[in-house]
């Protein structure tokens, strides 16, 4: 019936190696628990075989300590193979983390190598070159505007810039109060009203 939701399965993430170092530590794990339960042994046969001497029976004391001399070597057999056991699980972890940086190297070296793809050196060039042209009109427009003004300019500008700086409003000319003059009327509004008036002036005076 497939999956009840309707959806598609994740992918585990567990990889070989994965698995390998969880099997590696549980064996150092068990190897750690025989480690001590030999060990707890050990402590309680060293105090049998003193309460062995006490009472006399020097035999069994002796048997029961080649016994506990073989226990102590494969204890450091023991303490061995855990110390194999770690170091195989360290290099394994260490490796994966080799894999994923070299997996990041990957993908970096290929997205620089579609930028590259993109973006040709010609093009760098050209925009290289563009800007330096740009910058180098700006330069003009900048002596030129420079070489335009004269000493005046330069200090009125500067005066107007400090005002500003400082929240100031600049000195702008005051506007004249006293009030305009009156414009005289024309004579006539009519296109003929000038010469009629000079044809009367000249009648009285004749």
Same mark, same amino acid.
Do not use: W
């Given at each position: 019936?497939?999956n009840?939701?309707?959806?598609?399965?994740?992918?585990?993430?567990?990889?070989?190696q994965?698995?390998?170092v !969880? #099997? &590696?530590?549980?064996? +150092?794990?068990?190897? *750690? =628990?025989?480690? $001590?339960?030999i060990? !707890? #042994? &050990?402590?309680?046969? +060293?105090?049998?075989? *003193? =309460?062995?001497? $006490?009472?006399?029976?020097?035999?069994?004391?002796?048997l029961?300590?080649?016994? *506990?001399?073989?226990?102590?070597q494969?204890?450091d057999?023991?303490?061995?193979?855990?110390?194999?056991?770690?170091?195989?699980?360290?290099?394994?972890?260490?490796?994966?983390?080799?894999?994923?940086v070299?997996?990041?190297?990957k993908?970096?070296?290929?997205?620089?190598?579609?930028?590259?793809?993109?973006?040709?050196?010609?093009?760098?060039?050209r925009?290289?070159?563009?800007?330096?042209?740009?910058?180098?009109?700006?330069?003009?427009?900048?002596?030129?505007?420079?070489?335009?003004?004269?000493?005046e300019?330069?200090?009125?500008?500067?005066?107007?810039?400090?005002?500003?700086?400082?929240?100031?409003?600049?000195?702008?000319?005051?506007?004249?109060?006293?009030?305009?003059?009156?414009?005289?009327?024309?004579?006539?509004?009519e296109p003929?009203?000038?010469?009629?008036?000079?044809?009367?002036?000249?009648?009285?005076?004749?």
């Open positions: 019936m497939g009840v939701f309707g959806g598609k399965s994740r992918p585990s993430r567990v990889t070989e994965d698995k390998a !969880l #099997q &590696l530590k549980q064996q +150092r794990d068990k190897l *750690k =628990q025989y480690q $001590k339960r060990t !707890l #042994q &050990l402590d309680k046969e +060293r105090l049998l075989a *003193k =309460q062995l001497l $006490k009472d006399g029976r020097k035999e069994k004391a002796l029961l300590l080649k016994k *506990k001399r073989y226990q102590d494969l204890l057999k023991t303490e061995n193979q855990i110390s194999n056991l770690e170091r195989m699980v360290q290099d394994i972890e260490f490796m994966q983390i080799e894999m994923k070299i997996e990041g190297l993908v970096g070296n290929d997205c620089l190598k579609s930028m590259h793809q993109i973006m040709s050196i010609e093009d760098v060039e925009i290289l070159d563009e800007t330096h042209e740009s910058i180098e009109y700006q330069k003009q427009i900048d002596e030129m505007l420079a070489g335009a003004l004269t000493q300019d330069e200090d009125a500008v500067l005066a107007e810039l400090e005002a500003i700086t400082q929240g100031e409003d600049v000195t702008l000319p005051e506007v004249p109060t006293e009030p305009l003059p009156d414009v005289p009327e024309l004579a006539s509004k003929n009203g000038r010469l009629k008036k000079n044809m009367e002036g000249e009648m009285l005076s004749v």
